[in-house]
């Protein structure tokens, strides 16, 4: 069971995100996940990483 300590935290955490959902066809996102774990990184990790590489990180 999660404290609600910790479900404040999250709360106050995640209003600092935005939410991009995207689409690709079957299969293909257990291929991209796959290779975001084969560099250690989460798939969310990779996705702004590639981001950061093509437009620069943010600010």
Not at 16 to 35: N, S, T, Y
Request: aromatic share 6%.
């Amino acid at each position: 069971m999660i404290s609600r300590a910790r479900e404040k935290a999250t709360k106050k955490y995640l209003k600092k995100l935005d939410d991009i959902i995207f689409r690709v066809k079957k299969g293909r996102k257990a291929e991209i996940k796959a290779h975001a774990d084969s560099l250690g990184m989460s798939l969310n990790a990779y996705m702004n990483y590639l981001i950061d590489q093509d437009m620069g990180p943010s600010k």
